[in-house]
């Protein structure tokens, strides 16, 4: 089976091509990095030649302002419009969890946007929801960093490796579309705070 993975040059992608790979599909890695500009549209026709499924894992440089508003609705409709030009069977895209209820947020509410795309198209889709990755939370550590002080809201979260929402990507990917949105967290919830003191100094971290 050809599956296009768009986004294949980020951390879900590049492991969601090489699960794919593993399991003997013929996989399109599609990314800026590969010739392949969502934006623009440039190069995705080619890609999705022969492909079944479509499996989108995009995401915006930049979180700010109007940039991820922008990035989302061009990248979706191009791809979404490709996927309909070759006739692909199953759009399967990833997301957040908590979208729906964040969109005071530039990031999620651009988010939104994406998922709504999906829904309206005439693609059968399926949408994954995941948490934050493990990998990417020394990131959200920095935001609230000041001087030598961190400083994060107790908030819960429900971080979740890297490679298991890659692994579940991969399974629906070979499965039938679901028409529907399904998550995915890890197994346990701690505190925003509280993961800034696992993985970082104590002497560095303190909640709000």
Do not use: C, W
């Amino acid at each position: 089976m050809k599956i296009v993975v768009a986004g294949a040059s980020g951390l879900i992608g590049t492991q969601l091509a090489a699960d794919l790979r593993r399991s003997g599909h013929d996989v399109a890695a599609a990314s800026l990095s590969l010739g392949v500009d969502t934006v623009t549209g440039k190069g995705l026709a080619a890609a999705m030649t022969g492909a079944e499924v479509v499996v989108d894992v995009t995401n915006a440089a930049s979180f700010g302002d109007n940039s991820a508003l922008d990035f989302f609705k061009a990248s979706t409709k191009n791809l979404i419009a490709a996927a309909a030009e070759a006739g692909v069977r199953h759009y399967l895209a990833l997301s957040v969890v908590g979208t729906p209820r964040l969109v005071e947020s530039d990031y999620f509410r651009a988010k939104a946007v994406q998922e709504n795309l999906v829904r309206a198209s005439a693609r059968r889709y399926t949408i994954l929801r995941s948490t934050q990755f493990y990998e990417f939370i020394n990131g959200v550590i920095d935001i609230g960093a000041e001087g030598n002080v961190v400083r994060l809201p107790p908030a819960s979260a429900r971080p979740v490796a890297a490679h298991e929402v890659a692994a579940l990507l991969a399974e629906l990917a070979t499965g039938d579309p679901l028409g529907n949105i399904i998550e995915i967290g890890g197994p346990e919830q701690f505190g925003i705070d509280e993961i800034a003191r696992i993985i970082s100094p104590p002497t560095k971290t303190s909640g709000r």
